[in-house]
């Protein structure tokens, strides 16, 4: 008698709704397809990590349509044993553990396919984190990054993504004798308003003249440019071009 086995699949969602591949050159230096969202699909359900470890039936995820959907494998894995292991890692899968950039719903999905399939997740979903952070312009995304990181531990769907503010708690209303926070977000204008373009092609010069003296890579030109000019124009301090996330 053949041993049963189901279907694995990862269910790919861009939380930007396009707007990162359209947007982020210009505020990054650096583009960036999308801003991943994913879940693993077994069972006839989408296993996803937002306020906890999360499960609806395939087809009802609040993020909309996939948009791709990778075939990982097949997995001999029994759904109440499947369950059993959800239940094991839970504790490192809470509300209090979500982090956008080092432990998401990425880093949930990447784990869950070793267990079933024995195989990651595609790089370029796990390298999404790194590949942000490491852009010159970074530290101007932070709010907007906090905002959405703030949205995906309360399993709430993201809106259109914009560069707004953290939300801040003021009274809201009582809930079982607590009172609950409300979430009120302020919507920012461009960080670089009207100087864009000047400091864009102050940036330029500088990188040019960095790179003219032979002693640092594009890279660390690159970053050093950008942070000499933001700071020029006030945009960035040294305690914030100084953080280490």
């Not at 210009?26 to 069972?43: M, Q, R």
């Not at 395939?58 to 097949?74: K, N, S």
């Not at 990651?120 to 932070?142: E, G, R, S, W």
């Not at 920012?188 to 990188?207: M, S, W």
């Amino acid at each position: 008698m053949t041993e049963k086995v189901e279907k694995v699949s990862l269910h790919v969602y861009d939380l930007s709704q396009g707007l990162a591949k359209q947007v982020s050159n210009s505020l990054l230096g650096k583009a960036i397809e999308g801003i991943w969202h994913t879940g693993i699909v077994v069972y006839g359900i989408e296993y996803y990590f937002g306020g906890g470890i999360m499960q609806t039936p395939v087809g009802t995820a609040p993020y909309g349509t996939p948009i791709e959907m990778i075939e990982l494998g097949v997995t001999k894995v029994k759904q109440d044993a499947f369950e059993a292991y959800l239940k094991e890692i839970s504790p490192r899968y809470t509300h209090e553990t979500y982090s956008l950039l080092k432990h998401n719903c990425n880093t949930f999905s990447n784990e869950v396919a070793q267990y079933l399939v024995g195989k990651t997740i595609p790089q370029y979903i796990l390298d999404l984190p790194n590949d942000v952070m490491n852009c010159p312009l970074a530290p101007l995304m932070m709010p907007m990054i906090q905002n959405l990181e703030s949205q995906l531990r309360d399993n709430e769907v993201p809106q259109a993504l914009q560069l707004i503010a953290p939300y801040a708690p003021s009274e809201g209303s009582k809930s079982d004798g607590e009172v609950k926070a409300t979430k009120v977000h302020e919507p920012l204008v461009d960080p670089l308003g009207n100087a864009r373009t000047q400091v864009q092609e102050d940036i330029a010069k500088e990188f040019a003249a960095l790179r003219a003296q032979g002693t640092l890579s594009p890279s660390e030109a690159a970053a050093l440019a950008t942070k000499n000019v933001m700071q020029r124009y006030g945009f960035l301090d040294n305690s914030t071009t100084n953080t280490k996330t």
